[in-house]
């Protein structure tokens, strides 16, 4: 039972884990599209909500932390414009 409860404590921090340099990627993607559009940090933030680009990169962190910074945000932009967005 001990074994167990470490196991699952082990396996709870590597998710924890997993989870805080998901956030931490798209935090960083947010920066950065911020940056290229000379735009505050939440304007970004609510731009990529508004055009369905911050869930995608949500179910595609997977692949897209893999990629070049400069790849996603071509991607997030031509993204963004398909769907409606003006940047």
Not at 43 to 63: D, E, N, P, T
Request: with cysteine.
């Amino acid at each position: 039972r001990i074994a167990h409860k470490a196991l699952q404590n082990a396996a709870s921090g590597r998710k924890a884990d997993a989870l805080a340099g998901e956030i931490e990627y798209l935090i960083m993607l947010i920066a950065a599209i911020a940056r290229r559009f000379g735009i505050s940090e939440s304007a970004a933030y609510s731009y990529m909500r508004k055009h369905g680009a911050f869930a995608l990169c949500v179910k595609h962190y997977g692949i897209m932390h893999t990629l070049p910074m400069e790849d996603n945000l071509a991607t997030i932009q031509d993204y963004c414009r398909r769907k409606g967005g003006e940047l």
